[in-house]
Every structure is written in structure tokens, then in C-alpha cells.
């Protein structure tokens, strides 16, 4: 320390950031059904694993930071230009550049609430303040709401669809209509996380569709979002992309940490788009099995939304707890937001039938 200056206690860190609530994700607990985290069930195809094997013996090197080839191949499957797709580790890592580079201290962020929890956590990181809008009863997103919400300091706006926890989604129409009234120097992103799950709906939203022909018309202020974790099952490497204006993908690229997604991910998720039947295969199973969970939880007497995504959401209100408590004891995980609800992520055949053994036997307190 300088002359006159007494040591510090501690290191000056940041003082704004000791509310934030920490992020533990899944631990690791061998012998149970893991509903709660919204994974795939299945291994990854036995061409993405020979690909990763493959890539083994360079590892001695950095990966390619352009990520060159996956980006060439996302351009070309969602029929965009490559400089408007960007790879990120993981979504969340590319939620975290979108903040930096339209957030400082004191702007606004705008969230469907409750929706994916790392939205205003990672806000927060920034010092912005997040704007709560509370879900429909159905639900759902309030849109109209969510466009009344914006005010001079917001600089972005979290659109997921469909939304974790509930799995409700909103349609393009819906969608379009929202996007008139957001000004064009706020940056709305729309997340599609599980957007592989919508695809047999009557009005998927596809938001990378819609970002695309927005994009040609000359709008600038929207970002679609997508991820390998889901439907791609490939949550363990960390990987995702998203759709933007060029320059907005230019500047997620300036604020990208050096290297961030690693050559086992970009291999590993070139394999899985030459899987694409196969994924799509899987996909089909897990929403028919999501209708068979749903079905058997409303015959039950549960309230359940209908879902789009690879999870559904159990209306439990004050049961949420002693719901997922009576799960686990049973050694079946899922995700309880105490007071609201219960997620449970629709997993392999047999842990669905576990799970619905589990539900069946549960007696609410209040019952
Ligand atoms: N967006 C939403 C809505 C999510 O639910 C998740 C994962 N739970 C993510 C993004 C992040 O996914 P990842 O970082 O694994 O791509």
C-alpha cells in the first residue's frame, strides 16, 4: 500500500454484485433420475462421438476463434450471411455478451418473469436494472405488457419462447406485432432454446426465420438465439449461436472472451448437423412423450400448460416443494420454484414412467 494508506481489509471488488444470487446448477448425485435440468436423454450420436475422438489428437492446439466451418454450416442451414451468426460457449454465453455490449450501469433490461433465471442475474452483473413483467395467468408471455414496460433506459429485452419454466410459446404474429412497438435502438432478443421441440406446432414461432427476413429488410435491433444443449444434446461441451445484424455480430465478436468455444465443441456440433435426421427423430419422441407426461398429469388433476419445449410445467402453487421433496425421496429430480411450480424435463421412457409412479403417489398437504 501507498504512503499514509492502511492496508485493505480485502480487495476493493464491487460492492453491487453481493446480492446477486448464485448460480449452482446441477450437482452431480450418482443413482438418480435427473429430470431438472432440461437435458436430452440421449448419448450423442455415434457420429458426433467419432468426430470428438477424432479431434482428440489436436487438442494441443487453440481452436479456431472465427469457428470457420460450423459457422459456414449455420449460414448455410438457416440461409443467412455467415457474418450474421455468432458461436458463444454455450447460450448463456452469448446472453452475457448481448448484456455487455448494450448494457452499463443503470439501463434497463427487460424480462418475461418468471422466465429463465439467469436473465437478470446476468444483468445484474452489468449493474442494469431489470424490469420484472409478470406472466400472463395462462402462463404466457405478456407481450403488450412487455412493450408498455420500455421506457428511455431500456437497451434490451429477453424474448424466450418457449419460455422456461412454463414451455409456453408465442407465436410470430404475436411476435411482429410486439416488434412495432419496441424502438429500433432496443435490442430484443429472442431466445429458442427449444426451438427444435415447437416444430410440429400449427404457428412455431421461429424466430430464426423471422430475425432472417427481418434482417433483409433492413432491422438491426432484433437477435435470435439457439443452443446445442437441447435438442442436439450436447448440454456437456458448451455451445450455442445466434442470428444478428452484422454489426451487433461484429460486436458480440469484440467482447467474446479469446477462444471461448473450444475445437470438441465446434467438431462435435458440425457432426450434429450431419445428424439432422436423427436429432429430428429424437425430438419427435420427446414431444410425443411430453404429451403423454401432460395428458397423465391433467388426468391427475394437475394444472399444466401446454408446452412446446422438452419440459412441462406443473402449476403446484404452494405444493411446488413438497412435491419435488416427495420426488426426490423417490431419487427423481426436478426443478421446484417454491410457491409457483414445478419443471420437470421429459426424460428417457422409463424415467417418465418413474416419474408419473412418483407424481401418482404424492399426496398434497392441502389435500
Ligand atoms: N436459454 C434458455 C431459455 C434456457 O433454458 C437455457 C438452458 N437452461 C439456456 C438459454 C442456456 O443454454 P446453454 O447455455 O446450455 O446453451
Not at 23 to 35: D, K, S
Not at 115 to 125: D, H, I, K, N, Q
Not at 139 to 167: E, K, Q, W, Y
Request: proline share 8%.
Amino acid at each position: 500500500s501507498g504512503p499514509g494508506r492502511p492496508p485493505a481489509a480485502r480487495p476493493r471488488v464491487r460492492t453491487d454484485l453481493d446480492g446477486l444470487p448464485l448460480f449452482r446448477g446441477r450437482a452431480a448425485e450418482p443413482g438418480t433420475i435427473g429430470l431438472d435440468c432440461n437435458e436430452s436423454p440421449f448419448a450423442p450420436p455415434a457420429a458426433v462421438q467419432a468426430a470428438l475422438s477424432g479431434a482428440v489428437q489436436g487438442l494441443n492446439r487453440y481452436p479456431d476463434n472465427s469457428s470457420a466451418d460450423l459457422t459456414a454450416r449455420l449460414a448455410e442451414r438457416h440461409g443467412v450471411p455467415p457474418a450474421t451468426v455468432c458461436l458463444g460457449p454455450g447460450s448463456v454465453g452469448l446472453c452475457v455478451q448481448l448484456i455487455q455490449i448494450t448494457c452499463a450501469a443503470g439501463d434497463e433490461v427487460i424480462v418475461p418473469w418468471r422466465s429463465f433465471e439467469v436473465y437478470p442475474s446476468l444483468a445484474g452483473t452489468a449493474g442494469a436494472v431489470v424490469r420484472r413483467v409478470p406472466l400472463t395467468s395462462g402462463h404466457a408471455l405478456d407481450l403488450p405488457a412487455m412493450a408498455a414496460a420500455i421506457s428511455d433506459r431500456t437497451r434490451l429485452v429477453f424474448v424466450c419462447s418457449p419460455n422456461n419454466p412454463t414451455g409456453t410459446s408465442v407465436s410470430r404474429s404475436a411476435v411482429e406485432r410486439f416488434l412495432a412497438e419496441v424502438p429500433p435502438d432496443v435490442l430484443v432478443v429472442l431466445d429458442e432454446a427449444y426451438a427444435e421441440f415447437t416444430e410440429q406446432e400449427a404457428d412455431p414461432l421461429d424466430g430464426f426465420g423471422l430475425v432472417r427476413d427481418l434482417l433483409r429488410q433492413g432491422r438491426t435491433n432484433v437477435v435470435a438465439l439457439r443452443t446445442f444443449s437441447k435438442a442436439y444434446g450436447l448440454a456437456g461441451l458448451r455451445i450455442g449461436y445466434c442470428l444478428s445484424a452484422p454489426p451487433v455480430a461484429e460486436l458480440l465478436g469484440r467482447v467474446a472472451v479469446p477462444y471461448a468455444v473450444g475445437t470438441l465443441a465446434q467438431r462435435a456440433a458440425v457432426a450434429a448437423l450431419d445428424c439432422e435426421r436423427e436429432v429430428r427423430e429424437r425430438c419427435r419422441h420427446l414431444t410425443e412423450e411430453r404429451e403423454r407426461v401432460r395428458a397423465a398429469l391433467l388426468d391427475a388433476g394437475w394444472d399444466v400448460p401446454v408446452s412446446g419445449a422438452n419440459f412441462l410445467w406443473l402449476a403446484a402453487g404452494s405444493a411446488a416443494e413438497a412435491f419435488a421433496a416427495h420426488c426426490r425421496e423417490q431419487r427423481i429430480l426436478v426443478r421446484a420454484f417454491p410457491g409457483e411450480g414445478v419443471r420437470v424435463t421429459v426424460g428417457a421412457d422409463t424415467e417418465n414412467d418413474a416419474f408419473l409412479a412418483a407424481a401418482a403417489r404424492f399426496a398434497p398437504i392441502d389435500a
